[in-house]
């Protein structure tokens, strides 16, 4: 764990701990940070999150319990969800925080009345961690628990959720943070998780809406509430001048998000697996479900405005496809959460960009591992991945420590994030262009539609690993196979 706590993190623990606080506001803290206490003065503005209480002295071990459980949370609707789940009675639940290098155990907890099991989604963990049974063996079944150790690898920012039936339980709530901190790593003034999802209500009872249609399978289930870190209505508080990073990850079963925040630009300083070499600025920025991006805010609004953070829509089908689907939200701009800016400047922190670990492929790369073919079979009412789906995807065979491109080849009519456990990647092609800006780890990608998209890497995590459709619903239902990494 780190040494200290930076003074945002501790202010935030004890605004954590307010008794009358609701579970999804425990990440993060700052809601109500800028309502007013009971005199009517402005509240002290904080920033930040509660990681897991870490149970073992030593600085290079985190150790931590970890519940799964029902859990009836509020979306921001004032209705508790009563067919919620949680992790540690929180949505999203507790951050897991570590440091580069440190060994993590997770005593996990099954107090479900399903089985169920644990990804640590980006992090290269050993097969029988990673949560999928062909390498982890058996499930967790309910009332029992499980350890989960592993090294960490890769400096970043990472998620965990459940592996079995995630189009429902990820939906219900069971979903988490991780950051691994790299070395030498300067804390800015607010350092934040932003856990994206959506969820899909009955409009009369506002309960999660029932199990999913046929063509919901097909289309992916999108929600009519969006969530910042598990509510709907989120303040979070600012100060002219402080520097914010925002840690972006999308947990939604489908919906791509296209977020901006009115008034300002977002400096992308990272990706999926940890840091770039060159940070570069939009006014907006897509993320599809399973990706992260690290993202850097100077705080350049005025003190006592509001400026809400926006989410566009994204077809998830092209243009004049077959497909077009409706949006729950609609089809206009959508706020999603609101900064407010208190009083007065700071001279804030400013961003110090850590050194990354992202090497470049000097000389194309050649050496072809696998060519992937997403496809749709609309008689099937199935997405496929080489002409099947699981567990009738054929085997793919790579060798490990080989410089080795990936193809993707989406022929169907829509996008897929498509994720690969257990390694990483660099995007180098997407449909014949080179990226337009700095390259980084990455474990989940976007395949546009009738694109292709090339990766490269060379594989150093050797087992079984699954790739599939981060749309929850596309995986479930088999659009998924399996990697062999050779030693
Ligand atoms: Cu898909």
Known sequence: MRSALPLFLSLSITACMDPGRGA????????????????????????????????????????????????????GTGVPLTGGMAFNDSVPGPVLEANLGDTVRVHFTNDLDFETSLHWHGLRVTPEMDG?????????????????????????FYWFHTHM??????????????IVHAPGEVAPDCDQPMVLDDILLEEDTLQIAPP???????????????MVNGRSDHSYGWTKGQTTLWRFVNASNARYWDLYLEGHQLTVVGTDGGFLAEPYTVDNLVISPGERYLVVVQATGEPGQSYRLMNKRFQLHEEGGDMVEPD??????????????????????????????????????????????LDEDMMGGSVTIDGATWPDVPMVDVAMNVDTMFEVENASEMHHPFHIHGNRFQVVDVGGE??????????????????????????DNPGEWMYHCHILEHGDDGMAGLMTVEE
């Open 132 to 156: 999928i049974m062909q390498t982890m063996g058996d499930p967790v079944e309910p009332g029992e628990t499980f350890d989960y150790e592993f090294t960490l690898q890769d400096a970043g």
């Open 328 to 373: 729950p939200v609609g089809n206009g701009d959508n706020p999603v959460a609101t900064v407010v800016y208190g009083g007065g400047e700071t001279a804030g922190t400013g961003w110090t960009q850590p050194t990354p670990d992202v090497p470049s492929w000097g000389a194309p790369v050649e050496n072809l591992g696998h060519h992937w073919l």
């Open 434 to 459: 080179l990226p337009a800006n700095a390259v980084g780890w990455k474990d989940t990608f976007d395949i546009p539609p009738r694109t292709t998209v090339t990766l490269v890497s060379a594989l």
């Open 212 to 226: 999913d249609t046929d063509m919901m399978q097909l289309m992916g289930r999108l929600g009519n509430v969006l």
């Open 165 to 178: 039936d995630t189009a429902t339980t990820i939906e219900a709530g069971l979903y988490a943070p991780i």
């Open 24 to 75: 999804g506001d425990s990440v993060p803290s700052t809601d109500d940070s800028v309502g007013t206490d009971d005199t009517g003065t402005a509240k002290p503005e904080v920033c930040g999150y509660m990681p897991m209480p870490d149970l073992d002295a030593s600085t290079d071990v985190v150790e931590v319990n970890l519940t799964a459980s029902a859990l009836e949370w509020d979306p």
